[in-house]
């Protein structure tokens, strides 16, 4: 039973530049968080989508956007990076009916330079 | 509002017992816990609903006082895997639900 994955592991941008990150879920789970997390700091939510919308949003400005896939596989954009922006980005999934716990992916550790 | 965790660090020797404690100022309808080891993901340990009974997963129990707001994480006869930051993340429920917010964490460590 696959757990859920994230792509690429590591990444270094410039200042201005666009990243895009990727995330499938675990098997069975339809419902994808994103989560950035600070270095010593716990994991501040971004935003949730199920059903191909964006459900619910954390307090993250607009240069953070996000898809969902048909397959339930989700995409975070970030766009004009800015140094403060380098953290662990980690996407969590579950299933939205029936079940409350999360799972987390392994992250992507994004630098900006 | 962030939940409050306490303590921030704790040192143990294997064997011995552990506390961690995660308060929130809101109403909560779930508390979930994680453990993190550095430079890994968050891994899941386990949930407490509203209005749910106490959970364990192996030596590892936890509480939920809905009417305080709190919940606490105990570790029995700690063992060196243990060692880790632990995280609360608090739901609020309601329209709100699926999004947790976290503590800021509490760092244990466990020696030989």
């Known amino acids: 039973d696959a757990g859920v994955t994230q792509s690429p592991t590591h990444l270094i941008k410039t200042r201005g530049q666009q990243v895009t990150l990727r995330c499938s879920p675990k098997?069975?789970?339809?419902?994808v968080s994103w989560y950035q997390q600070a270095l010593g700091q716990g994991p501040q939510f971004i935003f949730q989508?199920?059903?191909?919308?964006?459900?619910q949003r954390g307090n993250f400005p607009d240069r953070f956007s996000g898809h969902q896939f048909p397959n339930y596989s989700s995409e975070l954009n970030v766009n004009a990076l800015l140094l403060g922006d380098s953290a662990l980005y980690l996407c969590?999934?579950?299933?939205?009916?029936?079940?409350?716990?999360?799972?987390f992916g392994p992250g992507t550790r994004l630098t900006v330079t | 509002q962030q939940p409050v965790q306490s303590p921030q660090a704790v040192i143990l020797r294997e064997g011995e017992d552990a506390v961690i404690n995660c308060s929130s100022s809101k109403a909560l309808y779930s508390v979930h816990w994680y453990r993190q080891k550095h430079g890994e993901a968050p891994v899941f340990l386990m949930i407490?609903?509203?209005?749910?009974e106490q959970m364990r997963h192996e030596k590892i129990s936890a509480s939920f006082n809905e009417k305080k707001q709190q919940s606490s994480l105990y570790l029995t006869a700690s063992q060196l895997s243990y060692s880790g930051t632990y995280f609360c993340g608090t739901g609020a429920g309601g329209t709100s639900y699926g999004k947790l917010t976290f503590g800021q964490g509490t760092i244990l460590t466990v020696h030989p």
């Open positions: 407490l609903l509203k209005g749910g």
């Open positions: 969590a999934s579950r299933r939205r009916t029936g079940a409350y716990e999360q799972y």
């Open positions: 989508y199920y059903e191909e919308e964006e459900r």
């Open positions: 098997s069975g789970h339809d419902t």
